[in-house]
């Protein structure tokens, strides 16, 4: 089955780029989809970050889009996720997911990895 | 302020059956299909509806969801005890060119 797991420092640094790999086992993401990152601040909702997709081409939200950077790897059927000048306010779960098409379908999911920004 | 307002909370006791409703726009919910998400206690959102009405495999028939114009709603019938968890509306925008996400709806079984 297909399984998503995210990797990563769980502390970073405030002004900081915060840097976090998926890791996709049971798919080739050669094959297609779109894999997106989203992200959850503690006790809060979901939030989209970004969505690429395996030929590179990538969709970002508009509220991060001039500090994130996302690639995927297909030798190593991963993609990342880059979020430059970070604060405290980027401390959340963070997700990676396996789209279907450019849609709001999500169905599969990493288990999160926390990240924390400190001063 | 969430794209897609949603009830923080909902409750129902075993056995009952529960609403919880999303409320969205033109741009994401009235062009596009509705997905819902259950996330369960300190663990990943999981896929419970997708395309507006259509379960996944493993999701059981409990679980319903419908769309009229800019507005959806997941309904759980037979309410269980681990039926309790955190719901999320989410719909592709086609202003934002991403998915959004409800503000989430706590559901209690008392």
């Known amino acids: 089955q297909v399984q998503l797991q995210e990797s990563g420092p769980g502390l970073v640094k405030s002004s900081e780029t915060l840097s976090l790999s998926c890791t996709v086992s049971?798919?080739?993401?050669?094959?297609?989809?779109?894999w997106g990152w989203i992200r959850q601040p503690p006790g809060k909702g979901l939030e989209w970050i970004g969505t690429?997709?395996?030929?590179?081409?990538?969709y970002f939200n508009p509220s991060f889009k001039s500090r994130v950077v996302m690639s995927v790897d297909t030798s190593k059927n991963q993609f990342s996720l880059k979020l430059s000048s970070v604060t405290a306010a980027d401390t959340a779960i963070y997700y990676c997911?396996?789209?279907?098409?450019?849609?709001?379908?999500?169905?599969?999911w990493g288990q999160g990895a926390l990240v924390t920004v400190s001063s | 302020q969430s794209v897609l307002p949603q009830p923080p909370s909902a409750s129902g006791t075993p056995g009952q059956r529960v609403s919880i409703s999303c409320s969205g726009s033109?741009?994401?919910?009235?062009?596009?299909?509705v997905n819902w998400y259950q996330q369960l206690p300190g663990t990943a959102p999981k896929l419970l509806i997708y395309?507006?009405?259509q379960r996944p495999s493993g999701v059981p028939d409990r679980f319903s969801g419908s769309k009229s114009g800019t507005s959806a709603s997941l309904a759980i019938s037979g309410l269980q005890s681990e039926d309790e968890a955190d719901y999320y509306c989410?719909?592709?925008?086609?202003?934002?060119?991403?998915?959004?996400f409800g503000g989430g709806t706590k559901l209690t079984v008392l």
């Open positions: 997911a396996r789209n279907v098409r450019l849609t709001a379908e999500l169905d599969h």
């Open positions: 049971g798919y080739s993401i050669s094959r297609g989809y779109h």
């Open positions: 690429i997709f395996h030929t590179g081409s990538t």
């Open positions: 033109s741009s994401n919910i009235g062009s596009n299909t």
């Open positions: 395309a507006n009405s």
């Open positions: 989410a719909a592709w925008d086609d202003s934002l060119n991403g998915p959004v």
